[in-house]
């Protein structure tokens, strides 16, 4: 008999098993009632999602994960994820979602919630974001796990209630609204790996037990208004935060010194702390952090000297020290750093005289960034003896003379070439035209002459872009502007030729120039009438032709530049009436002055 009893107990549980997988979960009560609450709170779901929630059975809802922990005879589960991502990837597409609305304290009804992701429900429109604040009640639910709410507009304070998730693994609520300090409650959170505050509106200090976050590996607090000084790791040591790899504090507020004993934090392998207001001189314990890869200190008020420890980074392959209070020398320990890639000190009173000769060196060496730091003579010949690949190359506001050295064209990777503001008294090179790779030329603020026409025509590589960004102002070249559009440099954004002795007629091959956003040929010797080909270029926001010699009227088809936010015509001999219309009517009469024979709207009325 009770055979027979155990063969039925078995066949009706089978049966039960059948009825749920063909009608799918019943929802608790209580988890029901929490997801239609966090359901009312949302106005518009472009993605469709929360339209399909009807009905009783949740765990069979999109977006939604229940357990599997309920006995078979209750045909309940409970939700432990909520996955509402504003990116939705499909088989065919990728897109991204919209939801309009609050987030609803309901969602604390769901108390074996683990996981709770709406992240990245960007909008374009600032007002369509999801809002409201993050309720206190959420910290009851003390199993979840990861908690991910950035890319909205959550504001208000972070609840003091977020400290008793002690199972949470990753808080996410970057780029929001949330205002108020950072409780000390988060250091409670033991199990915290990731905590990504950064791009919001909090303020204060940052609380001292962070260092208790003893499995955080990934601290983000950048792009706030937080002040005070950086309290980790504690003076017991960096052990309570030795899993730290990633830590990122630029843009606030943070002042006073780098502590001493932050080598300590043994695993950290990218630090930002751009763009405070910390001082001091560098810690040599920075030498301990044998991970470290990339370290970003510019903008602060460090002082002193490059500490010798920097020496012993085997894995460092950025440090960006500039816009501080460094001076010089360079310790000759920097010779070691076989895998940096880009360096940048400028703008310390480091007062180099020359380029360090351990610099040409550095194996992997890429980007060499020495603006502002004293360098004197000629562009130091040290730099053909570079063996890497030099992509970009700064050695503006210098004391550099004499010529551009023939051997700059050897420099085939390069991407940036700047040696504005300087006092080289040169021609442009010919080998200049080498450069397949340039995307960006600053020459502007030296004493260069001759012709700019081999600025036009470098031997541009179309599979790897073309220049874009052309700055030869304030020189004395004189000649070569016909040779503009010539050549191959179709998707020049920014063109500045201003103050310099151009001579001759614009060829109409500028036109073709599409792309270009910025275009100033000011304060030259330019004679024509004003060329009507120049209402091509209508993607044109700023267009700078005072001071030359230009006439004749302002062509009708300049109406076509639908962009232009900024004009100067004045200054040259044009006449007639200006085209009334915009965008011509919205400037000033300051762009129109010095021209005898204009009229017309913003100028006086033209005489019948």
């Given at each position: ?48 999602r929360l339209a399909k929630w009807v009905g009783q059975r949740c765990c069979d809802w999109e977006g939604i994960v229940c357990d599997n922990a309920t006995t078979i005879t209750s045909g309940t589960r409970r939700v432990t994820q909520i996955h509402l991502p504003g990116f939705i990837s499909t088989e065919n597409d990728l897109f991204q979602s919209q939801m309009i609305g609050h ?506």
């Amino acid at each position: 008999m009770e055979k027979y009893q155990c063969q039925l107990i078995l066949q009706i549980v089978s049966l039960l098993l059948t009825v749920r997988i063909a009608f799918g979960e019943w929802c608790s009560s209580q988890d029901l009632e929490g997801l239609i609450g966090f359901k009312n709170g949302i106005q518009r779901d472009t993605s469709g999602r929360l339209a399909k929630w009807v009905g009783q059975r949740c765990c069979d809802w999109e977006g939604i994960v229940c357990d599997n922990a309920t006995t078979i005879t209750s045909g309940t589960r409970r939700v432990t994820q909520i996955h509402l991502p504003g990116f939705i990837s499909t088989e065919n597409d990728l897109f991204q979602s919209q939801m309009i609305g609050h987030f609803s304290p309901s969602i604390t009804l769901l108390t074996s919630l683990e996981i709770l992701d709406l992240g990245g429900l960007e909008l374009a429109i600032h007002e369509n974001r999801l809002s409201g604040s993050i309720p206190s009640s959420l910290g009851t639910l003390r199993k979840l796990k990861s908690l991910l709410l950035y890319s909205n507009q959550i504001t208000g304070t972070l609840p003091l209630s977020l400290g008793n998730l002690t199972n949470l693994v990753e808080l996410d609520l970057h780029e929001n609204s949330i205002n108020g300090h950072i409780p000390n409650s988060i250091g409670q959170m033991q199990n915290l790996e990731k905590l990504d505050l950064s791009s919001n509106l909090l303020n204060g200090r940052i609380p001292s037990s962070l260092s208790n976050l003893t499995s955080i590996s990934v601290l983000y607090l950048d792009t706030n208004n937080l002040e005070g000084t950086i309290p980790f790791p504690s003076r017991n040591g960096g052990e309570n935060m030795h899993s730290l790899g990633f830590l990122r504090l630029n843009d606030n507020h943070l002042s006073g010194n780098l502590p001493s004993n932050f080598g300590q934090l043994v695993s950290l392998q990218r630090i930002s702390l751009s763009n405070n207001k910390l001082e001091g001189a560098l810690p040599s314990s920075l030498g301990n952090l044998h991970h470290l890869t990339e370290i970003y200190l510019s903008r602060n008020f460090f002082t002193g000297q490059i500490p010798k420890s920097l020496g012993q980074l085997s894995h460092l392959i950025m440090f960006n020290i500039s816009n501080n209070l460094i001076q010089g020398p360079l310790p000759k320990e920097m010779s070691n750093l076989q895998n940096l890639q880009t360096i940048d000190l400028s703008f310390n009173p480091l007062n180099l005289t020359s380029i360090p000769e351990w610099l040409p060196s550095l194996s992997s060496l890429s980007g060499i960034y020495l603006a502002c730091c004293g360098i004197q003579g000629q562009i130091p010949e040290v730099l053909d003896t570079i063996k890497s690949p030099i992509q970009e190359l700064d050695l503006s506001m210098n004391f550099l003379s004499g010529s551009i050295p023939s051997w700059i064209g050897s420099f085939s990777q390069l991407y940036l070439l700047n040696l504005s503001r300087n006092s080289l008294d040169s021609f442009i090179p010919p080998s200049i035209v080498k450069l397949r790779n340039l995307v960006i030329l600053d020459l502007h603020s030296n004493r260069l002459t001759g012709s700019i026409t081999e600025a036009f025509e470098i031997e541009q590589d179309s599979t790897e872009g073309s220049l874009t960004y052309l700055d030869l102002s304030h020189n004395n070249f004189s000649s070569g502007v016909e040779e503009i559009g010539v050549g191959g440099q179709f998707n020049i954004q920014f063109l500045n030729l201003s103050h310099n002795n151009l001579k001759g007629v614009l060829s109409s091959s500028l036109g073709r120039l599409k792309s270009i956003h910025s275009l100033d040929l000011s304060f030259n010797e330019l004679a024509s009438n004003l060329p009507e080909f120049l209402a091509n270029l209508t993607s044109l926001e700023t267009l700078r032709l005072q001071k030359n010699h230009f006439s004749g009227n302002i062509p009708n088809a300049f109406l076509k530049l639908r962009k232009l936010k900024e004009l100067d015509l004045s200054d040259n001999v044009l006449e007639g009436e200006i085209p009334e219309g915009e965008p011509l009517i919205n400037f000033p009469g300051s762009s129109y002055s010095g021209n005898k024979g204009l009229c017309g709207k913003p100028l006086a009325p033209c005489k019948l």
